[in-house]
């Protein structure tokens, strides 16, 4: 099943708000496989103005979260549950996170995240993040489903 999702269907599934929330839209997703999403970058994100104010750069921290997020928006898609029936989804772990270039204000990041493998509530994803057909990051991550009351 191929789905596209706004911002409204968006913050349906993630608990995340602004300044937090760092999926715009997604364009495509395949559950259980893969999902491809964007966030439009702008000089008015609240970091810019501490990273670095003479050089704005968004931090590489910041674009593994938002890999993370279009993570938990796959993961939400592929067992099909929401943070409304009491689950969330959790990062629990990052690995061999690699940056290649500064995301800057104007540029769109792109997000794509392949889900790997799912054994008893565990998911580990393949992650990358680009911009204009230009990998800035990559990264492995693990996240869990737990639920909340």
Do not use: W
Request: charged residues 20%; proline residues 6%.
């Amino acid at each position: 099943m191929t789905t596209t999702q706004d911002i409204s269907q968006i913050l349906e599934l993630l608990p995340h708000r602004y300044p937090m929330l760092l999926v715009d839209r997604v364009v495509e997703q395949v559950n259980g496989k893969y999902i491809k999403a964007y966030k439009n970058v702008t000089i008015n994100e609240p970091f810019f103005t501490g990273h670095f104010p003479q050089k704005p750069i968004m931090p590489g921290v910041l674009i593994l979260e938002a890999l993370a997020q279009a993570s938990g928006i796959l993961a939400f898609g592929s067992v099909g549950k929401t943070p409304a029936q009491g689950s969330l989804y959790y990062l629990v772990g990052i690995d061999n996170a690699r940056f290649k270039q500064p995301v800057v204000p104007g540029d769109q990041l792109h997000l794509y995240v392949e889900m790997t493998r799912n054994m008893r509530g565990i998911y580990k994803f393949t992650a990358e993040a680009s911009v204009e057909g230009r990998v800035v990051a990559q990264a492995e991550l693990m996240c869990t489903e737990r639920s909340v009351s």
